[in-house]
């Protein structure tokens, strides 16, 4: 039976306090018992534990130290234009469990989604589901939700290469792109919303370093682009 995973710091007795939420989970949902053993990730380190409390915060104790880590050669962080709360929901889950390093949530001019004085509660609505996400995919990290930004904030992130998915037909092909991939890099690529970017939008980040890139001749759907290029990453790093 495959073991439940969860993410917490080793404390110096070599033990983990996991959270009150896992805990509830340990206790009422997987119905575990005291001297069960589960995975816990500290710092990218897999470690197997035995149950020794099942209080309110659960304890368990180091029994061995794993070699896994099931992590992709490249740093992805998917700039997602914000999109109703399922579809959002399904690409933030579905991009972990394909590698995406952090998530950026994008309010662009076309934008049908008001998040403005919802901003804490969204993002840690978000934290949670990629988290949780993290923990089902057997991840050694819990991708980071970062604070909602515009299109301005965006262009002053650092990262080796920037990648905009546009319909504009002078795009570039994405297989071009991957192939050039070198382990270790870092990526951001930018989807946007149901209804695309503005030209001024592209514009002002093709100025700033974006590579324009194409998916082919189909027009995808916002959440399906995002999920295709994770794919796409994903299966070029198994090569």
Do not use: K, W
């Given at each position: 039976m495959m073991m439940q995973r969860y993410f917490s710091l080793i404390r110096e007795d070599a033990t983990f306090a996991l959270s009150l939420e896992d805990s509830y989970h340990?206790?009422?949902?997987?119905?575990?018992?005291?001297?069960?053993?589960i995975e816990v990730v500290s710092e990218k380190k897999l470690y197997i534990a035995s149950i020794?409390?099942?209080d309110k915060q659960v304890v368990a104790k180091v029994v061995s130290e794993k070699s896994d880590y099931n992590e992709i050669?490249?740093?992805v962080c998917l700039a997602q234009s914000l999109l109703k709360e399922q579809k959002m929901d399904l690409v933030l889950q579905k991009a972990t469990e394909l590698g995406a390093s952090a998530f950026i949530p994008l309010v662009v001019d076309r934008s049908i989604i008001n998040v403005k004085g919802k901003e804490d509660k969204k993002i840690e609505r978000w934290q949670k589901i990629v988290k949780e996400a993290s923990e089902q995919a057997k991840r050694n990290v819990v991708p980071r939700v970062h604070s909602v930004m515009t299109v301005s904030e965006l262009c002053q992130m650092d990262y080796d290469i920037k990648i905009l998915c546009t319909v504009n037909e002078k795009s570039k092909n994405l297989k071009k792109i991957l192939s050039n991939l070198q382990s270790g890099v870092t990526m951001l690529v930018v989807v946007?919303?149901?209804g695309g970017f503005t030209v001024r939008e592209e514009e002002k980040m093709i100025d700033n370093g974006f590579i324009p890139i194409s998916l082919g001749h189909t027009v995808l759907r916002a959440?399906?682009?995002a999920l295709f290029l994770m794919?796409?990453?994903?299966y070029h790093d198994m090569g």
């Open positions: 340990i206790r009422s949902v997987m119905r575990m018992h005291i001297g069960d053993f020794v409390s099942l050669g490249f740093s946007g919303p149901e959440e399906t682009v794919s796409a990453i994903h």
